[in-house]
Structures are given as C-alpha cells and as structure tokens.
C-alpha cells in the first residue's frame, strides 16, 4: 500500500527543522515529501503556540478517526502484512490510518475465527480494555518528559546533547551503558556488572565527568535502570529528559550507535568476559571512523575540533 499520510517521526523532524530555519521546500526535501505535503501540514495542524508535533499528530488523528468497521481493505491488508512481520500495532497505528485499539480487536476477531494473527503479538494474553495507563515497568520519579527539552536539542546545531541506554548481554546479565552526543556522534561506552540504577548512574557520571562543561542535557528511555537521573543531572549540571515509552526513534543517534556496537558485541553474546580495555578499544574505533552525516569527518573531530582520538 503506498501509504502518503505523515508519520509522528515525520511531524518530529519538520518541528525540528523548522526551528532551526529550513524552508518549506528544504524540509520537504529532506522528508523526501511533496512541498505541497508539507504545506498542507504546518496550514492544517499548526496551533495558537506555533507548530507543535504531538499537536499535529493528535489533530490529524482526530480529523480520520477510524474504527473496526469503517477500515478499508486495503489498511487492513497492509496491517496484516505488518503484523506477520511482527510489527506492534502501535507500530502499524504509526505507519497507517488505523488505531491500535483497531488492530487489537481485528486481531482477536480473526483468533475467534480460527486465524493465526494473534500468535504475532508480542504478549498473547487476552487482552483486557484499559481504563487507565499504567507502565508495568514500573515509575521513575520526577522523570521530565522529552516534551519539556529545549527545540535546540532537535535541530542538532550544537555539541552537549548526549543520548542514553544500555546495551544487554546473554540471559541479561551485565550490561554496557552507551551515550551518544547527538551532533558528533561521540560515543562513550562502559560495562556494568549489573543493570542498577546505581551502577548505570556512576557509569554514566563517570563516562560523562571529564566532557561536563560540554554536557547540557541526557536522553534516556523510560527504563527502571535511569531511577537516580536527578543524581546525574545534579553531579553533571545538566538537565535530564525522558522519550516517550516505545518511540526509541526519539534516540535515533542513541539506537543507530546501538547497532553499531553489536558489531563488536552481539545478540547472545555473554558479556561476563568482555574487559573494559576491549569496551575502550571498540569505543575508539568508533569514535575514529568516518561519518557520512558529518561530511566524512570523524565523531572524534567534530566533538574535539581537533581529531583527537579517545585514548585506551
């Protein structure tokens, strides 16, 4: 299905790029969008506060509510394709004018009719209407939300804004804390005997201690591991922001460099043999490769405007 409306990344980054100047026609060249598109989306979903993504994702909602019955075949189709390539439904609710709710209970129709859908659902419990939200992860108090983080942090422009997560080895024992300066592509990564929240907290405080004055503000996701973030913003001087549950696009740098790092680290692989100096020597490495985004300079040379590398 050649799918045209605009996704919640999408209105994202023309908030971004519109903060930072770029024409109509510009962000419609990076979107890779029609300059009609983009106009019809800042005329219809611009509110009395200028732009705002979440209020233009929201209004556009409102404006195709669609229900179970009045899904056309072909959303359905592609809905179905998704779902058998194990897509969330709030995955397919982001890539098509369908709810999540929607799919759930087509989902559950088709298991009633003897069909197979419901075996791609990542929980296969029956599902019970929510009255409320509620994380089962469980709460981080005075988390501040990615909504509240300055517009300058989108667009890029400057070095001090770093993102974070872990990554997880064999049978989740021990991980690896990586942060990602969003401009650079710095990278800085340390191995934790266990994914605490004290132990994260003190990696990344010791990670990020020597680059302070060059640390404005942290993006994490919403794992119970970044509990003591008011720690590490009160010992870096730097304000902490949380993305929204299950939008990992929200720390695209983070989840790229992600990637990167099971190169050297796979799925499965049991960390309880990896040493810091091998975490220091993958760190290097990718703090000396050249990127394409930054005009094949290094993460090392932006960040240091020297080329300096991170030493072992």
Known sequence: MNYTHLTREERYQIYALKKAGHTQIEIAIVLKRSPSTISR????NTGGCGYRPKQAHRLAGERRVVNARTIDAATWRFAQARLREDWSPDQIS?????????????????????GSL???LRCQKQRRKRYG????????????SIEARPAIVDACSRIGDWEADTVIGKNHKQAIVSLVERKSGLTLIRKVERRTADAVSCAMTQLLKPYRRRVHTITSDNGKEFAQHEQVARKLKADFYFAHPYSSWERGSNENTNGLIRQYFPKGMDFTAITQ??????????????RKRLGY????????????ALQD
């Open 41 to 44: 989306e800042l005329a219809r």
């Open 94 to 114: 982001n890539h098509a004018a369908i709810s999540h709710e929607t799919v759930y209970q087509r989902v559950y129709a088709d298991k009633k009719a003897g």
């Open 118 to 120: 419901w075996r791609h």
């Open 133 to 144: 939200t509620h994380d089962r992860r469980g709460s981080i108090p005075n988390r501040q």
């Open 277 to 290: 100096q091998e975490i220091n020597h993958v760190m290097k490495r990718l703090n000396n490769r050249p």
């Open 297 to 308: 300079l290094t993460p090392a040379q932006v960040f240091f405007k020297s080329g300096v």
